[in-house]
């Protein structure tokens, strides 16, 4: 029988998140049971405020860390009383290209949201701002009992997010990387790259985060709303991930690129982009994107995370702040993540 479980979620286009009760399915034979401890509270969330399903609370909330209650029959991978975690998916079609290399977030068919998503037996699948979870073992993580198991939640989504690119891009010992923007996303990519032992610098329009970023671990910090920013910086970088959602100068921060360097967009920017195609020709550039991670990197950015000792600055709040919450990442409060404690579900 399905299991009714307590959970936080939006009822109406635009609404408040609120509390609701939701229906978690039978474990299936591959399936893990997880008990939600704690939930990352992502900007990426806030987009489907606007959108849930008529008639159906819909649950947010995709980097979660809890401890498995249960397993299926044929589940080899995970046991009773792990520590373990969820990011975005918890599916995809398996058969693909890109499902077959590895690459799930890539599944030319549609991955599976662990939220708003149709699952593969039709129903749709509800996220973490709940008690309980049940997933299919393929898509849960381990996480090493080393980490802090709440700081660790923002690293299921943002850490591999970040830490993605920076594999793909072979950074390592010489590298010269920089980070665009010092929030939930470029805190962590600027932890990884040092710790990968790049030379780090962060890029933000003002100087007002200099100290947090060089406290961080960053070597260098630049203002780039100042005079003579990027003229002193042009042609140093060997990887520049932009962490920011919205829009900035993007021939301008091309022109920061060493030979064969790459600016790699983490954050979305929601309008057309344009750039001069001469920027990138000239010194073999690219201009390119990042998902977040695959199931084999989240895993292996999880123990890279352990070895460095590497989780996410967060603030943890309950239940029933989930709304302050969302304002205070739109206005842009927060150092530098949210986490959902939810043991506060139950109040």
């Known amino acids: ?82 520590r373990v975690g969820i990011g975005c998916m918890v599916n995809s079609c398996r058969e693909c290209a890109n499902c077959l290399r590895g690459e799930e977030q890539y599944c030319l068919t549609g991955h599976t949201l662990v939220f708003s998503s149709p699952d593969r037996d039709g129903t749709m699948t509800q996220g973490g701002y709940s008690e309980q979870i049940v997933a299919n073992e393929d898509f849960v993580v381990r996480v090493p009992t080393s980490l802090d198991p709440a700081a660790a939640a923002p690293l299921l989504c943002a850490g591999a997010t970040v830490y993605a690119p920076l594999k793909d891009w072979n950074v ?29 610098t962060v890029l933000s329009r003002s100087d007002r985060k200099r100290a947090d970023a060089l406290a961080l671990g960053a070597d260098a910090y630049y203002a780039t709303a100042e005079s003579g920013t990027f003229a002193t910086l042009a042609n140093t970088f060997d990887l520049i991930i932009n962490t920011v959602s919205g829009s900035i100068d993007v021939d301008a921060h091309l022109s920061l690129l060493a030979l064969g360097g790459a600016l790699v967009n983490a954050g979305i920017d929601p309008n057309p982009v344009t750039f001069n195609a001469y920027n990138v020709i000239r010194n073999r550039r690219s201009y390119t994107g990042t998902h ?54 139950a109040d």
Do not use: W
């Not at 606007?50 to 397993?71: C, K, Q, Y």
């Not at 695959?294 to 995370?305: C, G």
């Not at 709040?317 to 986490?339: K, M, P, S, T």
């Open 1 to 82: 029988m399905p299991t009714t479980v307590r959970a936080y979620g939006v009822l109406e286009t635009n609404g408040t998140i609120q509390p609701v009760t939701i229906e978690r399915r039978d474990v299936g034979a591959h399936d893990v049971q997880i008990a939600i401890r704690y939930c990352g509270i992502c900007h990426s969330d806030m987009n489907f405020v606007a959108n849930p399903l008529p008639g159906s609370p819909l649950v947010l909330g995709h980097e979660i860390v809890g401890e498995v209650t249960a397993i299926g029959d044929q589940v080899t991978k995970h046991a009773v009383g792990d």
């Open 172 to 200: 390592g010992e010489g590298s010269k990387v920089a980070v665009v923007g010092l929030g939930g996303l470029g805190h962590l990519a600027v932890k990884f790259a040092k710790a990968k032992g790049a030379e780090v």
């Open 292 to 345: 977040f991670g695959s199931i084999r990197e989240t895993q292996e950015m999880l123990d890279f995370a352990a070895e460095h000792s590497i989780t996410a600055e967060i603030e943890m709040i309950a239940g029933n702040q989930i709304n302050e919450a969302y304002q205070r990442i739109l206005d842009a409060d927060v150092r530098y993540r949210f986490v959902l404690d939810n043991a506060t579900l």
